[in-house]
């Protein structure tokens, strides 16, 4: 199975800041997508942005934007301009070009101050 | 919303008792999962689905069964439930198309006593 590594178990930002959760990937597979998501206190799972291995461009969804280094095999999300309710536990996954099972990372709890 | 509906959304049993969790879907998706959620561990695959009678295990497949006999409904079984098997169990479908994305249902809390 890939590894997915997620080595912030929790954070703190200022609402209104940007925060960078790190997520750093193995595989030996060229193509791979990378996935993020997000869930809140109520448990339910929300898909965020997507990033394929082979896409020229960082991926971008509103505040979300994903910091694709493909040599060095990381996907660090960027929440821009934090507000409150972006405080959630937030997964990295990764599937392989010829699969459409998801492997996760253990997670990132991001706590918003106001 | 796909259109995902798990049930019970809380079940408390007994080390030994039979559990069967359901998951139902309205949109016709061919992919079907089933994952456990524990602290540390992020979400971990037990088994899936790629069709109709067409499954396969996945990472924690141990003490668990599943069986799809309809598009819509993807039934995971634990034989014999054990305290291990105290975790929080989430359904998802896989959307076709270039991403693949999944979408998830809103869980299930089962406790083993």
């Known amino acids: 199975a890939q590894k997915i590594t997620q080595t912030q178990p929790g954070m703190f930002v200022q609402e209104k800041e940007a925060v960078t959760l790190d997520c750093t990937y193995d595989?030996?597979?060229?193509?791979?997508?990378l996935f993020w998501y997000k869930q809140p206190s109520s448990g339910e799972m929300i898909f965020l942005i997507y990033?394929?291995?082979?896409?020229?461009q960082n991926a971008t969804e509103g505040r979300y934007s994903l910091n694709f280094q493909k040599a060095r095999k990381s996907a660090n999300l960027v929440i821009s301009a934090s507000q409150l309710g972006d405080s959630a536990m937030y997964f990295c996954a990764m599937r392989r070009s010829n699969d459409y099972k998801l492997s996760f990372g253990a997670g990132t709890t991001v706590t918003v101050r106001a | 919303d796909a259109g995902i509906t798990q049930s019970p959304r809380h079940k408390v049993t007994e080390t030994g008792t039979p559990v069967t969790l359901r998951c139902h879907q309205t949109e016709n998706h061919r992919y079907m999962y089933w994952y456990r959620q524990d602290p540390g561990h992020g979400l971990r695959l037990i088994h899936y689905?790629?069709?109709?009678?067409?499954?396969d295990k996945g990472e924690v497949s141990d003490g668990y069964s599943v069986s799809r006999s309809k598009t819509e409904d993807f039934l995971l079984t634990l034989e014999s439930a054990t305290s291990s098997q105290t975790s929080v169990y989430f359904c998802?479908?896989?959307?076709?198309?270039?991403?693949?994305?999944?979408?998830f249902g809103p869980g299930t809390r089962l406790t083993v006593t």
């Open positions: 990033q394929g291995s082979y896409d020229q």
């Open positions: 595989t030996s597979d060229p193509s791979y997508g």
């Open positions: 689905s790629y069709g109709v009678k067409d499954t």
């Open positions: 998802a479908i896989s959307r076709t198309g270039e991403v693949y994305e999944q979408y």
